[in-house]
Each structure stands twice: as C-alpha cells, then as structure tokens.
C-alpha cells in the first residue's frame, strides 16, 4: 500500500514540470524487495485528428529516507524500484522520486492543465493505493492551482502562485489543475465549498452552484453521514457532457455553469441536477467507501447513480425519478447479456470500442441501479436507507466488496439474499420490474 505521499510540483509556463514525491509504503502481507509502480515516461498528445505526439516523462532519481540512491528501472508506464531492505509489515520506507518532464498538456490551446487521475506521480494500482496527501503546487501567473485538501496557505512569490493543500483521511486519485480560473466560496458548518468557473467571473454559476451543492450535500448527510472533507471544489472544464469526483474535487463540464447559453450548453445542460449530485454523490461511493479494483466499480458507479436519482425524486419530484428508472432498464436489457456486472470493465466488441463503452457503461450505471432499486422495493424507503447507512459506517475508509455488501444487506433485511446475487449480480439477469 501506498499510505501517504508529499508533493512538491514547480509547473512552468509552458508544458514542463518538475515534482518531488516523498512516498511511504506499507506492506499488506508477505515481504518484497521491488516496488513495482505505475508512472507515464511517454505520453501521447493529440495534435489534430488521427495524430499525437510523444511527450517524456522522466524519473530523474529515486532515493531512501537517509538520500542514499536507489536502483530504479522506467519503461512502459511504470517503475519498478529495489529497496535496501525488504519490504515488511510494521517497517514502513520512504522512498523519493524526482521526476520531471512535459506533463502539463493544455486541451485544445485553452489556457488550464490538468493532472488527473493517472499516474503522473509514481502509485500503485488502484487497490494498493490508500494514501494521506501533504501538497505544495507553484505555477506561474496568471494560472491559479487547485487542488484537493484542506488550504494551508495561499499566497503570491513574485511571478508564481503557491498552494499548499493536506488531506489526513486515506484516498485514491489526487488531481491537480491550474489556469485561468476565478471562483467565489462559501463557509457554512465548517465545510468551506468553492466554484471555480474558467476564463472569468461568473457570479451566476457561482449562487446557483453553490445553492445545488449544499442542498445535495446536506440531503446525502442525512442518511450516508457527515461530508467527508471540509472542503469541496468544483471546477468548471471547457468541455461538454461528462464530470469527475476526485477526492473533494469535482471537474464539471461547461454547461453546468452556462446552461442556457448556446445550443451546445442547452442540449448538454438535460439532466444536470442529476449529474451533479452523481459526482458529489462519489465523495462517499468512491472514497469513503472505496473500489479496489475494476470488478468492484459498481460500488462507486451503480451506488451513487441510484442516490442520486434519490435526490433528483426527492428535489423534483417523482415522475423525473420514474424516468431515471425506465431509462436504466432500459439499457440494462440492452446490454445485459454482455457479461454480468463485475465484468463490465473486460467486455471486448471486436473491432468496436464504442459498443464494448456502451455495454460497460450500461452495467455499471444502469444495470447496478436497477438491482439497487429493486432491493429498494423489497425493503422500503426506511430499511433501505438504514442499509445503505450501514455501508457507510461499516465500510468507511476501506475498500470495499460485494460480499460484503450482501452480508450488510442479509443482516439489514434478515434474509438471504445469495440467490439475488447469483442471479442479478454474478449472473445475466434482471430482476423483475413491479
């Protein structure tokens, strides 16, 4: 496990950067002498339709906590690094990687960049990552970082912006973004939330975001439990039709901020309370309860569609949650018979992406929330709350399974639900509409 890191990023004007990540592992079993790490040395940057270019990504050095060099091997995206000693429970290394390289790619020309959730910094899979963040991003004016975490401090050194940002619970998946960015916040019962809309102020999306996310988030307290961080940013990205929920971060695209505005914003715009509260919805399905790995991303995917189409009921009324409802089977019986949903991350349409893309997504946002909304039938609105609740609590700041998940469940309903599972889960099927 990688179980904390501190980052130093220096990010020039242009494309490159530099960054120091002080890491420390800790060894979930057995004993090892290599770290074998996911980090980019090529990057593939498109310049026009059909083309990219290579941009390098370079480990310049990899040192233990006394400064003393360490053998290290960069190829093919990732790392492997041998230790002085073996890797042992109880005995945790710090190992430091300097790297360096043009990281920092603007989309389209525009004038931000993003570090999203790949691995620019040298992590392990995603279940070997289970890290706290100490965070210090310089970038050059008139670009402004923002990143997860609690601010330290925010100030000017001459020519450069500084953030320094900590976050003390275990996440997956730190992002950093810089640009030309303005943004309002508003501090209310210690969670501080903060919009941040690309090139100019944007008064407008700052209320009427900051109205939506603080409603979304005091709905889902009432039965998923406190907000996780204390602060939360949301950040506007120049693009269309899709968000992210890095841990207290949320990248929306354009028309969340502008979606009356042109006849792109308003044909993306449909649906936007619901992708909103998606997103703030992985702050608990995703980091407070976590995935370990691709088999289990129905536990972030399916369980923060379903709560927020719960939201979208509770906000606008039944007949929109009826049509979130239809919609999912729907699909579901579209792509069903694809593969159960712990596979929808290997299903493989020959010489097709886009189908394989459609069936995944299928099964993991519509097929998962059709089982869940099933259960939710089966229970009734107060047991099934008081199930998800208990994942919450039983499974805060672990990763999670679904074995697990049907134990709650049994132990919620006081019944048997392994047939459900097989079924609906490990199977092909569907369970029945009303």
């Not at 496990?1 to 002080?22: F, K, N, Q």
């Not at 120049?238 to 505005?261: K, S």
Request: proline share 6%.
């Amino acid at each position: 496990l990688l179980s904390a890191v501190d980052l130093s990023l220096t990010a020039s004007d242009g494309e490159r950067a530099t960054l120091t990540a002080e890491e420390t592992f800790a060894a979930s079993g057995g004993a090892t002498s290599v770290l074998l790490l996911d980090l980019y040395d090529v990057i593939l940057r498109p310049t026009r339709v059909g083309a990219f270019e290579r941009k390098r990504v370079r480990l310049t050095g990899v040192f233990d906590e006394a400064g003393r060099p360490l053998e290290f091997d960069q190829r093919n995206d990732a790392v492997a690094v041998a230790l002085p000693a073996p890797l042992l429970p109880g005995k945790p290394p710090k190992v430091r990687f300097e790297v360096e390289g043009d990281l920092l790619f603007r989309p389209r020309g525009d004038n931000y960049w993003q570090l999203g959730t790949e691995p620019w910094f040298p992590q392990p899979d995603m279940g070997g990552q289970y890290y706290t963040v100490h965070s210090t991003v310089k970038v050059k004016k008139p670009f402004r970082p923002i990143v997860p975490g609690t601010t330290v401090r925010r100030v000017e050194e001459g020519d450069w912006n500084l953030l320094e940002t900590r976050i003390d619970k275990p996440v997956q998946f730190f992002v950093v973004l810089a640009g030309k960015y303005e943004w309002d916040e508003e501090t209310k019962d210690g969670l501080t939330i903060r919009v941040a809309s690309y090139a100019g102020e944007n008064r407008r999306a700052y209320k009427k975001l900051l109205g939506l996310s603080r409603k979304t988030i005091d709905y889902f307290s009432g039965f998923l439990g406190a907000f996780p961080f204390d602060e939360f940013n949301i950040v506007e990205i120049n693009a269309y039709g899709y968000g992210q929920a890095p841990p207290a971060f949320m990248f929306i695209t354009t028309e969340a901020f502008n979606p009356t505005d042109g006849k792109m914003n308003q044909l993306f715009s449909a649906g936007i309370n619901e992708r909103v509260s998606h997103e703030i919805a992985h702050q608990w399905w995703g980091h407070v309860v976590k995935m370990p790995g691709g088999e289990e991303q129905w536990l972030s995917e399916s369980f923060a569609e379903y709560c927020a189409a719960l939201f979208v009921r509770d906000l606008r009324g039944k007949s929109d949650y009826e049509g979130l409802k239809a919609g999912w089977r729907r699909r579901a019986n579209e792509s069903r018979e694809a593969a159960p949903i712990p596979l929808a991350n290997r299903v493989f349409a020959r010489n097709d992406q886009a189908i394989a893309f459609r069936h995944r997504t299928a099964l993991l946002y519509s097929k998962g929330p059709v089982l869940l909304e099933a259960l939710h039938r089966e229970l009734g609105e107060q047991r099934f709350l008081v199930f998800l609740a208990s994942l919450q609590s039983n499974l805060a700041w672990k990763f999670g399974s679904t074995p697990l998940v049907q134990k709650v469940l049994d132990a919620v309903a006081k019944s048997d639900h392994g047939a459900f599972f097989a079924d609906y889960y490990w199977g092909t099927g569907l369970p029945p509409a009303k």
